[in-house]
């Protein structure tokens, strides 16, 4: 379905949110994870981007509706990350809207706030 780069961009985001969750744990700010699993991907000699605008196109104009990326590995495979108490529907909404407008094909929904971190990990397909 994928090419071997999206498949090791993807296990390179998934064993790298493990290792940052099982260094510092759940419970803290989103901003946290975030930082921790962006120097882990660049480390790793993945190109990160955080806090990426997203515009909407509508109408024919550009519109810079506040959109904003969590984070964008190597331009192709985007996170969103959360620390909510349990993942819900409009968060997958929120992350397929995000693919769907800025054209990539595959992203990660990470809710950092559980016990086992694997069972917060969302890979989500455009």
């Known amino acids: 379905m994928f090419d071997t780069e999206f498949e090791d961009i993807a296990k390179a985001i998934v064993n790298s949110a493990i290792k940052v969750h099982k260094n510092i744990g759940p419970g803290l700010l989103e901003s946290v994870y975030q930082k921790c699993l962006v120097y882990e991907l660049q480390k790793a000699g993945f190109r990160v981007a955080t806090e990426v605008s997203l515009p909407v196109k509508y109408d024919g ?5 506040g959109f904003r990326i969590d984070m964008i590995v190597n331009e192709a495979v985007v ?8 993942l819900q529907p409009i968060h997958k909404a ?6 769907k407008l800025g054209g990539y094909r595959l992203g990660f929904l990470i809710n950092w706030n559980e016990v086992m971190l694997r069972n917060g990990i969302k890979r989500i397909i455009n």
Do not use: M
Not at 79 to 86: Q, Y
Not at 94 to 99: D, F
């Open 94 to 99: 929120q992350i397929i809207t995000y693919l």
């Open 61 to 65: 104009i550009r519109i810079d509706a």
């Open 79 to 86: 996170i969103e990350n959360k620390t909510v108490e349990s």
